[in-house]
């Protein structure tokens, strides 16, 4: 950072930026948050004075503003649950975490797949578990319960983003957050979703 004296003294000032002010004067930023003005014609300087007139009103963002920040919100929200993963109890009675990144399930499927396809066994690892053999049972345990906490967030997600844009208020939106109780009409309609997805319909 660019360092000054001022008419000779021994101080050095730390300087954060230096602009043109006026033509024979230039503005400079000092690191201590406050501001020196230079002059290169020995003028003193006289800052403006106020305008006087009335303060800015704070800025009041609209309902629909709030409600494109409150879905932003969720979507991370719900893309962070999901990808945290899910505790899986396998066939031992052991229970270990899975990570479910894009990645983790881009390999997971590959899992499932290969299981599904008569494979006995395939290698996988749990977090920051070294990579083992997994018996066929055990992946298909893994992929289920991937898949069934991936979609339970991801349909609760769709629910809670349909909540937010049916209020009318701010305060009603105030008390939208990921994990808040649905209305009863839309945790109805996510019940029987997932009891459809469960049954196999």
Known sequence: MEKITINGATTLYEIE???????????????????????NDDS?????EESGGLPREPYEPTLEELQTVKLATVN????????????VTLTD??????????????????????????????PYHADGELCKMYSADD????GT??????????????????????VKT???????????????????NMNTILTAVSEGA
Request: with cysteine; hydrophobic share 40%; proline share 3%.
């Open 170 to 188: 701010t305060e009603e939106l105030d008390a939208i957050y990921y994990g808040a109780e649905l209305p009863d009409d839309l945790a109805s």
């Open 139 to 142: 992946i298909a345990l893994i």
């Open 93 to 122: 009675g052991s229970i270990e975490h899975y990570s479910l990144s894009e990645t983790d399930q881009i390999n997971l499927s590959a899992a499932v797949a290969a299981v599904q396809a008569g494979a006995a066994a395939y």
């Open 145 to 166: 319960a991937a898949t069934g906490h991936k979609l339970y967030h991801t349909t609760y997600c769709n629910h809670l983003r349909a909540w937010i844009q049916q």
């Open 76 to 87: 991370t929200a719900c893309n962070a649950v999901i990808t945290a993963g899910c505790d």
């Open 44 to 48: 003193v300087y006289t800052a403006p």
């Open 17 to 39: 930026s230096i602009k043109p002010h006026l033509p024979t004067r230039l503005h400079c930023a000092r690191g201590e948050g406050r501001t020196v003005y230079l002059s």
